[in-house]
C-alpha cells in the first residue's frame, strides 16, 4: 500500500464505521427514548401503515364504548325509575282496594283518595324527572327509539326502545285525573291499576334485557379495545432489555470508532520522517 498524504484509507474506513456506530446508536436512543420500535413510517413502512389502521379502529371503538356508556346510563336511569313507579303502584292498589270498601265512612274515603291523589303525583314526578343528557324514554318526550352505534364503522346499532310510563298512556292506564269518589269507581280503577301493574312490570323485564344486552355489548368493546392495544403493541413497541443491550455495545464501538479514527489521522505524520 503506498504512502500518501492525500488518500488516507484507514482514516476513510474508521471514519465509515464511527458514522455507522452513530447512526445506529441515534435509532437505538429514538427507540428507547420513544419506547416504539416503529416510530415512524421510514422505520418499517408496512408495519407502520398496519399500526396506524389499528389505531384508527381504535378510535373508533373508543367512540362506541363513550355511546355505550350513554346508553347503559340512560337505561340505569329509566330502570331505577320504573322500579320506583312498580312499587308505588304496588302502594296505589293497596288505596284502591281500601276504597272499595262500603263500610268506610266519607272522612276515611276522603283520606284514602288523598294519598291515592299523593301517590299518581309520586309517580308522574318521577317519570318525567328520569332524564340522563338531555334524554327521557318514560315520559313520552320522544317519538322514536334511541340507537347507539356499537363498532368502530358506525354501521351497526343498539337500540334502547322508548316505553312511555306517563299516566294515562300506553302502560299505565290508570289517569292522573282519577279519584276514588265511591266504591264503584274504586273498582273500575282497581281493574286500570291492575293492568297498568301487569304492564309496567313486562316492560321493565324488556328494558331489563336490552340493559343486559348494553353491559354485554360493552364488556365485549373493552376486551376488543385491550387486545387491538396489546396487538399494535406487538408491532411497534420496542424491547427496552434488548435495546439497552444495544445502547451499551454501541457506546463501546463508538468510543472505539473515535479512538480508531484518532490512530489513522496520525498516519500521515510518519510521512515526515522521510524527509528528515
Do not use: C, W
Not at 71 to 94: C, F, K, T, Y
Not at 122 to 151: C, D, K, M, R, W
Amino acid at each position: 500500500m503506498s504512502v500518501s498524504i492525500h488518500t488516507n484509507t484507514s482514516a476513510m474506513i474508521a471514519l465509515q464505521n464511527l458514522n455507522a456506530s452513530n447512526k445506529q446508536l441515534e435509532d437505538v436512543q429514538q427507540k428507547i427514548s420513544t419506547g416504539l420500535a416503529v416510530s415512524t413510517a421510514k422505520d418499517n413502512a408496512s408495519v407502520y401503515a398496519i399500526a396506524q389502521g389499528q389505531r384508527a379502529d381504535l378510535g373508533g371503538l373508543n367512540a362506541v364504548k363513550d355511546s355505550l356508556h350513554r346508553a347503559s346510563s340512560i337505561a340505569d336511569v329509566s330502570m331505577a325509575a320504573g322500579e320506583s313507579v312498580s312499587d308505588l303502584m304496588n302502594q296505589l292498589r293497596e288505596k284502591v282496594v281500601g276504597a272499595m270498601d262500603t263500610s268506610i265512612d266519607t272522612t276515611s274515603r276522603n283520606a284514602l283518595n288523598g294519598d291515592f291523589q299523593s301517590i299518581l303525583g309520586q309517580i308522574q314526578h318521577i317519570v318525567e324527572n328520569a332524564t340522563f343528557n338531555g334524554s327521557n324514554i318514560l315520559n313520552g318526550s320522544l317519538s322514536t327509539n334511541i340507537q347507539f352505534i356499537a363498532n368502530a364503522d358506525a354501521n351497526s346499532v343498539i337500540t334502547l326502545s322508548v316505553r312511555t310510563m306517563s299516566l294515562g298512556g300506553p302502560i299505565l292506564t290508570v289517569t292522573s285525573q282519577s279519584a276514588l269518589s265511591t266504591p264503584t269507581i274504586a273498582s273500575q280503577i282497581l281493574s286500570q291499576v291492575d293492568t297498568s301493574i301487569l304492564n309496567l312490570n313486562a316492560n321493565l323485564g324488556a328494558l331489563g334485557s336490552q340493559a343486559k344486552q348494553i353491559e354485554g355489548h360493552l364488556g365485549f368493546v373493552d376486551k376488543l379495545t385491550d387486545a387491538i392495544t396489546g396487538g399494535i403493541g406487538n408491532l411497534v413497541d420496542a424491547d427496552m432489555a434488548v435495546e439497552s443491550s444495544k445502547l451499551q455495545a454501541l457506546q463501546v464501538q463508538q468510543q472505539l470508532g473515535t479512538q480508531s479514527l484518532s490512530i489513522a489521522n496520525q498516519s500521515p505524520q510518519q510521512i515526515l520522517a522521510l524527509f528528515k
